[in-house]
C-alpha cells in the first residue's frame, strides 16, 4: 500500500474526522461513525478514493 495522503491532506481530514466523529457522538447518531473513515485515511496515509484517478497529495522525493 502506496501512501498518496500529505502531511496537511492528512491533518484536515484528522481534524474534519474527529469533528463528524463528535458530532454523531452529540447528537447521538450513527452517522457520526462515518467521521472514523477520515480518521483511519488520515492514519494510515492511504485513501482508495485517490486510486482511480491517479491523486496524490504526499510529496514524491527522488534520489
Not at 43 to 49: D, K
Request: proline content about 5%.
Amino acid at each position: 500500500m502506496k501512501v498518496n495522503v500529505g502531511t496537511i491532506d492528512r491533518i484536515i481530514r484528522l481534524i474534519m474526522g474527529l469533528g463528524i466523529f463528535a458530532a454523531g457522538m452529540y447528537y447521538q447518531s450513527w452517522w457520526g461513525m462515518m467521521g472514523l473513515v477520515p480518521v483511519f485515511t488520515a492514519a494510515f496515509g492511504f485513501c482508495p478514493a485517490y486510486l482511480p484517478f491517479g491523486f496524490s497529495t504526499a510529496c514524491s522525493t527522488k534520489d
